[in-house]
């Protein structure tokens, strides 16, 4: 890559390729959004320059590679991709294949962009329940269940494995929001994986990454709902009147990009890549237990997450301005003070945050 990726060695709490990021702050918000490497902004200023002058560059290629790395970070065929700009537009074309009536699954107080568009559909039948009840409350007429794979307030990490059993034994859907686990977990399969860029993943914001089915007549029951010409089996002759012939892979399901985000989004992938993600999860959830340790030391009790890299603790959102002010940067969400670890951080990162709330 554009840029000399040098890795911590493994089992050190050091930033993994500290060469690739020019932090500010010390930077504990990844759930809100990751950094972009160094060779992602070169290319990014590049690409905006080379526009002013009047001599874009390809970026349809940039789209495509982005397409291909998430790919196979994701452990998919590159055909199963689509690209769009929320998980609110594949929750929503998800949500209108279901018929009247349709009984669907979510856990309590999930994040909205995932569980509104099955809301908004009046004639369905939605059931939520607390998460870690989710795999027991698949029933028979459980059309989809719905999860965020990692818990945006507090870092919980569903259960997946049992969820997809419980799934097929009743014969249910399910659908995965990887936008919190994405580049730090492996991405589960499920029957419909959608995952936002700008955060684990080291994009640029307008970016979401949807896996389509395999299963050919879950596949066919998705209308793509929001397609323009882009979504054509051949784009450029799809520019003028209604597309006529949908393209066969997921590129169906792409919706009209913003291109510049993608110049940016290939090498965010490729450090991900370059790293793999065991050894990014390993070093995020060493920050994430050391920190743990560190708040029972103080007093404070976080959020039950056990193998999360996001750390929440409930009473001390309130405290978010004052860090902030300090150089420290995390989230109030839902009263909890969240933190969370990524690549570019460390012990060091992880003992400043702990003396300033000693």
């Known amino acids: 890559m554009d840029g000399e990726l040098m890795p911590a ?10 060469s690739l990021f020019a932090p500010a702050t010390t930077h504990l918000n990844t759930a809100s959004f990751g950094l972009l490497p160094q060779p992602a902004v070169r290319a990014l200023q590049d690409a905006l320059a080379a526009a002013a ?13 982005t397409r291909a790395a998430f790919a196979r970070i994701a452990g998919v065929p590159m055909h199963r991709v689509a690209l769009g700009s929320s998980v609110t537009e594949y929750a929503a074309i998800i949500a209108a294949s279901l018929p009247e009536g349709a009984e669907v699954l979510l856990p309590e107080a999930d994040f909205a962009s995932l569980v509104n568009p099955f809301h908004l559909r009046r004639d369905l039948k939605i059931r939520t329940v607390p998460l870690e009840a989710l795999a027991d409350e698949v029933r028979d007429g459980t059309a989809l269940v719905a999860t965020s794979a ?31 686990s994405a580049g730090w977990l492996p991405v589960a399969e499920a ?9 684990w993943l080291l994009c640029p914001r307008g970016i979401t990454f949807f896996i389509a089915p395999e299963d050919q007549e879950l596949f066919a029951s998705l209308h793509p709902l929001l397609a323009g010409w882009v979504a054509g089996e051949h784009p450029w002759d799809s520019c003028y009147g209604p597309v006529t012939e949908y393209a066969r892979s997921a590129r169906r399901f792409d919706i009209s990009p913003s291109l510049y985000a993608y110049v940016a989004a290939r090498h965010g992938l490729q450090v991900i ?10 070093h995020n959830t060493a920050l994430a237990d050391r920190y743990r340790a560190g708040l029972a030391e103080r007093g404070h009790t976080p959020v039950d997450a056990p193998g999360s890299a996001i750390v929440s603790v409930p009473g001390l959102g309130a405290r978010q301005p004052e860090l902030s002010a300090a150089g420290i940067e995390l989230s109030d969400r839902a009263g909890n003070l969240r933190a969370s670890f990524h690549l570019y951080n460390s012990a ?4 400043r945050l702990l003396a300033l709330l000693a």
């Open 9 to 18: 060695q493994s089992g050190t709490m050091n930033p993994l390729a500290p």
């Open 53 to 65: 002058g009047g001599r874009p560059t390809d970026m349809w290629g940039d789209l495509e590679a």
């Open 150 to 180: 990692v818990q945006s307030a507090d870092g919980r990490l569903a259960d997946l494995t049992a969820l997809t059993a419980a799934a097929r034994a009743h014969g249910a859907r399910t659908l995965v929001d990887a936008s919190q």
């Open 191 to 199: 029957d419909y994986t959608v995952a936002v860029g700008y955060k």
């Open 273 to 282: 890549e370059d790293l793999g993600v065991a050894a990014v999860h390993a």
């Open 348 to 351: 060091e990162d992880v003992d």
